[in-house]
């Protein structure tokens, strides 16, 4: 017969056996699978969500927003030229009820006209409508309000009670649930208060000096194309020198700051889902292995009988492309089911829209994993079968270095493949390169350990004796589980650790750093010539005298930086992590003496009473995007008008620290004349900052309160549950190491079952084989936690301290939890494995070729 097809009918007649031996082989990789499958789906119905609701998220079609000042009447014209508008204010000021209590809010007017897309979410009312009724154009007039829950728990408010917000009284006639553009807006410092836009402009909350924006938002004729009114926007806004400071978004950037997001987890689980297949690489060429093994009489005897290396190779190669398709089936069905079990379970409490179904192309792309991870991984114990003779077969396992051929090429195509479609489908190939080539390494270290172990282990059991120098012969044996198990869980702890340490570092930077470095409150909007008043009021709050390292009030305004050197900066040619000083305006300062905690690494700081040309001293980070050194010059937009400033010094700025944390601080004759509100900052206990929030409502009602440690509280508890999530995920790949342990077990059943029968019949007890089987299980799992762990303090270190500019901290606790967690469940797998064999009688055992 053509050898093709014998090769089918021989393949044929082994399915027979169905799965028997290849259960690891399809749990190691369905694990994998699921996991590239379930993080692809789930990140491509939340970016589905995003797109089908792209325009209610943005509120229209386009967007134009500018900060510190309202739309001239000529833009107002321009937008209604491109389609229907609605307008939106936004300012922050402080809510305060009759009983005193205060709070900082959002508050947001909208025009008649809002929402151009969606619908506003409330309750207690029947409308929006109905809520922002025109309000009377009396003085002390009431005005209606959607509120938060939160802002009415706060002031102690029910429904139909009012409070003020600076001079204006406010009625809340709703609960304000949900608003279509909530999403495009980002983060809020307060609760949401909703109105009428004519009562925030007529209350004075968008006077020159103080902290607002404005939005207009376009609806486009059905018949107009978006990129067309996005280009006639850009053409009309784009013609002052001094950079306005727009921002125009269409539908297709809605949530920018989300879609990023998105990319980002996506990418982050795939390389958990890829670790996964990694680890379990040991467990697919373990199975592969033991099947060859066990199949070694067959191949001898076609070899004997003439059959070509080619066919013998066939004829398995079938049998496990089989079972890795029905691996990558039964992966990629659990994979498509996650996102619908999701979306049934989490999709009404989700603060993201998301369309939870199947999507082919995450599915396609996490099948050409599985298969491309089961190729790497397999077909080098089919060379070693091919290329063995016959006379070996017979007298001794398929081991040994296999010799180059077209299996070791297909395994290296395999693998590099692998790489390649990690690198490909990853937001940033770069990252991705080195994150792949962090695993593989650390795989490779981890695999050169457990062969270090196990020669160690060989040189140790000389001067061992009883249980422990069966344990230590058997790490050292062939079969050693050090070789095998060790990677696989390795890489396994080294993943989840480095999510603890991550995890625990950001949170102690969160709940404990931050609070004892940062301010726990800053105070804005305090009135030009009202600073010593102001510090009085602060410290009579207080109850004590303020000094410098609890208290600090500078002067405050925003600029933008458009030239540097004279130049006209080009923001495309600037590093993306460092355009923010460029993109938009910044906060700067007018101070005369050095300020403590200056952290000067460059120039130095003006004399106190200097009254010279305008200087700068500009912190590191903006200088780095546009190269900009001590002496250069840059030109800022401030007040309307254009300044240009030599560069006196460099100096590193501690956003979340405590200090003068500006970008750009000028000389103070820099803006002599202008009559600049002011900011301050001031740590205070908890008990202080109610005293004080509640004092200033009486001298100083038009002063914002901002309390910090209310956001890293509410940061804490959202970073808490996002990384508990995580490291749930990341458990999946120590799962992988927990099967590739289980392959081991079940590969050297019959070998261990062999050993402990010799060993009964030498007089070993059943204790004795036990603690033997735990030493060296346990040894394993001693090798894998402390190394995975290591791994783990080298891959998490450079994220917290590099990336997050956060600093080090390690929670022991967990830690040794899990590296004991390893030892313990690699024991545990040590005695399995010796039940397994004591269970049999030894003489069967001995009689068994």
């Avoid at 969500?49 to 000529?74: C, H, K, M, W, Y």
């Avoid at 009431?142 to 009284?169: C, W, Y």
């Avoid at 930077?509 to 726990?520: C, G, S, V, Y």
């Avoid at 309307?640 to 100096?651: K, N, P």
Wanted: glycine letters at 12%.
């Amino acid at each position: 017969m053509p050898e093709a097809p014998l090769a089918l009918v021989l393949a044929a007649r082994e399915l027979r056996a169905g799965v028997k031996g290849f259960g690891i082989f399809l749990a190691c990789i369905a694990l994998g699978v699921a996991a590239i499958a379930a993080a692809g789906s789930t990140a491509q119905a939340f970016r589905a969500g995003l797109a089908s609701q792209a325009r209610n998220i943005l509120g229209g079609d386009l967007s134009v927003t500018v900060e510190q000042q309202a739309f001239s009447p000529a833009e107002r014209a321009t937008f209604a030229r491109v389609g229907r508008v609605s307008y939106a204010v936004v300012a922050r000021a402080m809510a305060q009820a009759g009983n005193g209590e205060r709070r900082l809010v959002e508050l947001r007017g909208v025009d008649g006209a809002y929402p151009l897309a969606g619908k506003v979410e409330l309750a207690g009312a029947k409308s929006l409508r109905e809520v922002l009724a025109a309000p009377d154009a009396r003085p002390g007039a009431v005005i209606g309000a959607a509120v938060e829950q939160t802002l009415l728990d706060r002031l102690g408010l029910k429904l139909g009670e009012r409070f003020l917000v600076g001079n204006s009284t406010f009625e809340a006639r709703a609960i304000l649930i949900a608003e279509p553009d909530r999403l495009s807006r980002g983060f809020a410092l307060g609760p949401k208060v909703l109105t009428n836009y004519a009562a925030v402009q007529g209350g004075g909350f968008l006077s020159p000096g103080l902290l607002f924006s404005e939005t207009a938002r376009i609806a486009i004729p059905g018949g107009e194309a978006l990129a067309l009114g996005r280009r006639k926007l850009e053409a009309a806004l784009n013609r002052d020198p001094l950079g306005a400071g727009f921002r125009i978004r269409d539908r297709n950037d809605a949530a920018p700051g989300l879609r990023h997001l998105i990319d980002q987890l996506e990418y982050f689980l795939g390389v958990i889902g890829l670790a996964c297949l990694v680890a379990g690489g040991l467990g697919i060429f373990g199975a592969v292995n033991t099947h060859m093994e066990a199949s070694k009489g067959a191949i001898a005897v076609l070899k004997v009988f003439g059959a070509h290396a080619s066919m013998v190779r066939d004829v398995h190669l079938i049998r496990i492309a089989l079972m890795a398709t029905v691996g990558t089936g039964i992966g990629l069905a659990v994979g498509a089911a996650v996102p619908p079990v999701l979306g049934s379970l989490v999709a009404h409490s989700l603060p993201i829209p998301a369309l939870f179904a199947v999507y082919p192309w995450p599915l396609v792309k996490a099948g050409a994993f599985g298969l491309l991870a089961a190729a790497a991984f397999s077909l080098i114990p089919l060379a070693r079968a091919r290329s063995t003779p016959p006379s070996v077969l017979l007298r001794r396992d398929v081991s040994g270095p296999p010799t180059l051929g077209a299996e070791v090429v297909a395994a290296g195509i395999a693998a590099v493949s692998l790489c390649a479609l990690a690198v490909a489908g990853a937001p940033s190939p770069a990252a991705a390169a080195v994150m792949i080539g962090g695993v593989a390494a650390s795989f490779a270290l981890l695999a050169g350990l457990g062969a270090a172990a196990a020669w160690a282990a060989g040189r140790a059991r000389t001067g061992a004796r009883g249980p422990l120098r069966i344990g230590l012969a058997n790490l050292a044996g062939p079969r050693s589980a050090a070789r095998t198990a060790a990677p696989a869980i390795g890489i396994g702890v080294a993943l989840v650790s480095a999510v603890i340490l991550i995890q625990s570092s950001l949170l102690a930077q969160i709940e404990t750093i931050a609070p004892r470095t940062a301010p726990a409150l800053i105070f804005t909007d305090i009135p030009a010539g009202a600073g010593a008043r102001f510090d009085a009021a602060v410290a009579q709050a207080f109850g004590r005298r303020m000094t410098v390292a609890d208290y600090l009030r500078a002067p405050f305004a925003t600029g933008r930086i458009l030239k540097v050197r004279g130049q006209v900066i080009d923001r495309r040619r600037i590093d993306p992590s460092r355009r923010w000083a460029y993109d938009s305006d910044i906060s700067l300062s007018a101070i005369g003496p050095q300020p403590a905690g200056a952290d000067i690494v460059a120039g130095r700081w003006w004399p106190a009473a200097y009254r010279g040309p305008p200087l700068a001293a500009l912190s590191v980070d903006a200088a780095q995007g546009a190269a900009v050194r001590v002496g250069d010059t840059i030109g800022l937009a401030v007040l309307g008008r254009e300044i240009e400033a030599r560069v006196a010094a460099l100096r590193k700025v501690d956003f979340a620290g405590f200090g003068a944390n500006f970008p750009v601080v000028l000389d103070p004759a820099a803006l002599a004349g202008a009559d600049l509100s002011e900011v301050a900052i001031a740590k205070a206990s908890r008990a202080e900052e109610g005293r004080v929030t509640r004092s200033l409502g009486r001298d100083f009602r038009e002063v914002n309160v901002i309390s910090v440690r209310d956001q890293l509280e509410a940061a804490a508890d959202l970073f808490g549950r996002l990384a508990l999530t995580v490291r749930a995920i990341a458990g999946v790949a120590a799962l992988a190491g927990v099967l590739v342990l289980a392959g081991s077990i079940t590969a050297g059943a019959k070998d261990r079952s062999r050993d402990a029968a010799i060993l009964k019949v030498l007089g070993a007890t059943s204790a004795q084989i036990l603690a033997a089987y735990a030493i060296e299980f346990g040894a394993v799992g001693v090798i894998a936690g402390v190394a995975g762990v290591g791994l783990g303090y080298v891959a998490a270190w450079p994220v917290v301290v590099k990336v997050f500019h956060a600093s080090w901290s390690v929670d022991w606790s967990g830690i040794a939890a899990l590296a004991g967690g390893a030892a313990i469940l690699a024991g545990a797998g040590g005695v399995v494995a010796a039940l397994g064999a004591l269970a049999q009688r030894p003489a069967p055992v001995l009689r068994s070729p």
